[in-house]
């Protein structure tokens, strides 16, 4: 099941891939076999490295395309008048069977230029998806590199949380933000639609408005909780009250009682008492070392004697890396007061409010304590760059190549069907991307392959592979999925494996990564500049 | 009918609005009245306004809240196990009837810490809805605002189309940007979907692949189109070829014959013969001056020919003032050739290309020609702040006022249900929003009203208003909406009356605009500070 599918429809696309079609279709050109590239030509985020998704997506809208009698009712209105009625009828007839979509697997790390999916099929038909694969390919690959970026910066050990369904582009673009933040190396959602659409593992806690909530201990109903392996009841808040007060008898941490709100204490016992195993306290609505952490040590204290296990505590402002030092030093020292107290140490701490890539950079420079980040605003509005830039271009078109010139070199397409190849080197990482014409034998490892830029004439290299993969698989030929598609779990294993196994640190760091290669052959090499000069119009000086 | 309605559902939300209910709900203070206001705190891209948007999606969604079986199953596998099963019945049993939504008016200007709705009923039921209402007000009001600001740019008489689809988040990121420009001032989409569900003017011609697709005229099927006021046929493209010969003999453009692509002159042909009457030329895909200009005038002169009338050219690339100017030039010294010319000196001409309110500004300046704006990543991205950071915090509860607290001044709420108005002055214009306590009697033209600044005790202003407007309506109470809701292009209008006619141009201009002042009366300003000290902790020196 997926939440997309009632939008992913073939009107989900530009007006003029509509206009373009009739002008095909009454050219007579309609059903010339063509092929499109989607590629794009920078890394986002001044990375060297993308990971690619969205590709499911892209096969289930072909899949189920096909025009609904009211979309040819409104086709028909926003065409001009005099647009020939068979034109509706081919319209309607129009489905995916007659494409051939070959593509790269999902969750791979991708880089400029190299296609990631070809589409080759009727023209028109190629002409009118462009839109909706685009559409389709270039958020997902967007947000799931931004998501593989802060997993990069944090380490595999951290925990991270996507929670920014509230700063989302409306209710589908935060569904595919949760989505592909998950495949891109976050742990879990707030997204709770996105848990049960996608089984993305849900996570949260409380809002400051459940603190506010309680201005008092009057406001708390009920106090009692019973023992975790016996039918006693304890008093969770008097409980609580006790513990406070011997804590701060017991430390000195520079707090008076009067400081420490009780609101905020009945609001812990609340959510404690509901959620005694699971509970994980927002400790900064009114001060996180004078009042927060007061409160949430002494309800963890007062829930381990009835026989239960706080899990931590949530800072959202303040200094992140401060605080979680003193919070943790609190810990440290809790946990050595008994033995029993023992698992205060680990208590998880979770901090949240505006982390980006440079956040958590700082953080870890400072050594914080943290163990947990949620983010929303910049992980899934993709702050430093909101776009990917994917574009579609038309590479042949009847068994001829076709070449998109353009005064900027990096704005001129790679003409032709081509066969592509991930080259490796001894040690395992990746080389370099090699991109060939279609008709050219296989490269094979252990042996000299001439690798060339396809723009710059004398930067080329000869490079020995001890392994060659073969970048893309068909997905989908005569109207039938023909690679079986992995789950969410695999794909997010894939992204994994394919940035951190695959790929040297010095092309995934922060600060001035290297380019990452993208060559083709000889052959290929002089066919695109070929193919450039025959098309270039020549000029005349007096 | 709306294209979201898949998707908005109780389950788009975070995880702890469901653990928080429980915890309300396991309290017994889940039924308490509580109220809660949705604001937000700074207006974005540096400006002094927002556009407030996404009213009626908030309604629609309280109007439709039921969780369904499938949800509670869901809700039960994530919350722990020994959740009360009570509660299931609970979350089965409600829906929006014991809500009061009060709401400003859909398109209007609003400014910071003004709430735009407050929610009141039921604790549990106002917290489960708040990530949906903050997913489905901020994206509708920043890309509103954004669009709003395109329009102050770009002036009244430009035409301004939304081309963000392909760079949305996702499908229903892409309809719902087109809907929100729209009413933001934009006057049509490619987004053919948002045109069928929401009757918005869709707009585009082709793109670089169609022109490409015609190497040469050996892949112009078809040549000839009837004249448009008899049963006679031409050859447009002999006709066209004609022209071309003829123009560039007339006049010296600096062009030779060589450099004018054939392949270019076909596309525009073969287009043409599909929509003579609407022929919109893509002119950038060689060299605009030196092909593209060319083949588009010689086009456009045998369709004069033949009785049609070209619409105009569209660039997406180079130095788009200059190319402008150069277009209107060459349009210009056409229109002079004869009298029937005439009309192309008005030819219409669109610009593309990573358009951005600076880069109308810079275009402003240099005194463009250009007709037509499409705007895509920026505008339905953001760029320059892809969030709003509209927030939605409980104001009171059980009839007491709750106020947050935070050490940035910033952060705290106003505490308490209030009544809100603007108050306008003599000239016409919005002189400043003020928030009273909901038990004031209402405020009234020609008496001085003393408005205070809610945090800095020496601001404060005697205003004598000549008009006042209440902010708020009722939208939603007892399960009925109670205030007619305008239709998609009454918020567009409205959306433009209430900047352009109401708002002080020093308010809306770019560069350091004067901020917009949002007052409290004397009682709220002594009622927020008096609970601030109250619930302020005190603490102790030594």
């Known amino acids: 099941m997926n939440g997309q599918d009632s939008l992913v429809q073939p009107l989900l696309t530009d007006f003029y891939q509509i206009t373009m079609c009739y002008a095909y279709w009454n050219n007579g050109t309609h059903e010339e076999p063509a092929v499109f590239d989607v590629f794009f030509r920078k890394n986002p985020f001044h990375g060297e490295f993308t990971v690619f998704a969205g590709l499911e997506d892209c096969l289930r ?19 001009p008048n005099d647009a020939k009625p068979e034109f509706f009828e081919y319209l309607e007839s129009l489905d995916g069977k007659g494409l051939t979509i070959e593509a790269i697997k999902e969750g791979s790390v991708v880089f400029p230029k190299v296609p990631l999916l070809t589409i080759s099929g009727p ?55 949760s989505k592909y933040c998950f495949i891109g190396g976050f742990d879990g959602t707030s997204n709770v639609l996105a848990g049960k659409l996608y089984g993305i593992p849900v996570k949260g806690t409380q809002a400051h408005s459940f603190i506010c909530s309680f201005s008092s201990p009057d406001e708390l109903k009920i106090r009692s909780l019973k023992y975790k392996d016996s039918e006693k009841i304890g008093d969770l808040f008097e ?13 000195n941490w520079g707090v008076v009682q009067s400081e420490v709100s009780d609101g905020e204490l009945s609001s812990f016992v609340a959510y404690a008492i509901a959620f005694p195993d699971t509970f994980l306290a927002l400790i900064d609505t009114y001060d996180v070392l004078r009042s927060g952490v007061v409160n949430f040590v002494a309800v963890s204290l007062a829930l381990h004697d009835l026989g239960y296990r706080a899990m931590g505590c949530r800072i959202d402002s303040g200094d992140l890396s401060y605080l979680s030092k003193e919070l943790r030093n609190r810990f440290v020292t809790v946990s050595t007061l008994k033995d029993e107290y023992k ?8 901090a949240s409010n505006d982390i980006n890539e440079e956040t958590i950079m700082s953080l870890n420079e400072q050594k914080h304590e943290i163990d947990a980040f949620g983010v929303g605003t910049h992980l899934v509005t993709c702050q430093k760059q909101p776009a990917l830039g994917c574009v579609y271009k038309l590479v042949a078109q009847s068994q001829q190549p076709k070449i998109k010139l353009s005064q900027d070199v990096t704005k001129i397409t790679i003409p032709g069907k081509k066969k592509c190849y991930r080259i490796f080197g001894k040690n395992g990482f990746a080389i370099l991307d090699l991109m060939m014409l279609d008709s050219e034998p296989e490269p094979q490892p252990n042996e000299q392959i001439l690798c060339r830029h396809p723009f710059e004439e004398s930067k080329r290299a000869l490079v020995n592979a001890s392994k060659i993969i073969k970048l893309h698989d068909v997905y989908w030929k005569n109207g039938e999925l023909v690679t079986p598609l992995p789950t969410l779990n695999e794909i997010k294993e894939h992204v994994n494996t394919s940035i ?32 450039w000069l025959q098309n270039a119009p020549i000029g005349q000086l007096e």
Chains 1, 2 share one sequence.
């Open 61 to 79: 809208f072909v899949e189920n395309f096909k025009f609904s009698a009211s979309d040819i009712e409104y086709v028909r209105k926003i065409l």
């Open 500 to 531: 951190t196994v695959a790929l040297r640190q010095d092309h995934r760091r922060y600060l001035n990564p290297t380019p990452y290669k993208v060559s083709v052959s000889e052959k290929l090499y002089r066919f695109l500049h070929d193919l």
């Open 343 to 350: 698992f205060f140490e680990k208590m998880t701490i979770v």
């Open 123 to 177: 023209l028109a038909m190629c002409q009118l998806i462009e839109t909706s694969i685009l559409n389709l390919v270039n958020y997902a690959s967007l947000v799931a590199t931004n998501a593989a970026r802060f997993r990069q910066a944090s380490g595999k050990n951290m925990q991270l949380l996507e929670f920014g369904l509230r700063r989302a582009q409306g209710p589908n673009g935060g569904l595919t933000a």
């Open 239 to 251: 409980m609580s009250m006790e513990k406070r007060s011997w804590l701060l008898d017991q430390f």
